[in-house]
Every structure is written in C-alpha cells, then in structure tokens.
C-alpha cells in the first residue's frame, strides 16, 4: 500500500494522467488494508481524498 501511494505521488509531479490510471489500485490496496484491520477505515478514507485532491 505504501509503495504504491509513494508511486503515485511521485509520479503526480509529472504527469498526472498516468496518475490518475495509477490512482483506482491505489484505492483498492487502501480498501483491502482496512478490510484487513491493517489500518483504519477513517485513515483509509483520509488516505483516499489525499491523494484523490493531489491529483486534482
């Protein structure tokens, strides 16, 4: 989950086209990390619009 919201991130700099592609399995490594207990689901949530607004 990490990796790829550091991807994301990184990659949202230059172009944010790829990003946007990047941007629906970033989600859903953030909905399976909560769905495992591994994080919280407001911290997924915040998590989502962070990189949702970065990218906006």
């Known amino acids: 989950m ?3 919201i550091k991807k994301i991130e990184k ?3 230059t172009d944010k086209n790829q990003a946007v ?3 629906s399995s970033a989600f859903q490594a953030i ?5 495992k207990g591994v994080i919280k689901k407001n911290n997924a949530a915040r998590k ?4 949702s607004k ?3």
């Open 54 to 56: 970065l990218i906006k």
């Open 21 to 23: 592609k990047m941007l």
């Open 2 to 4: 990490k990796e790829i």
């Open 31 to 35: 909905d399976k990390a909560a769905q």
């Open 48 to 51: 989502k619009s962070r990189l």
């Open 11 to 13: 990659i949202a700099k």
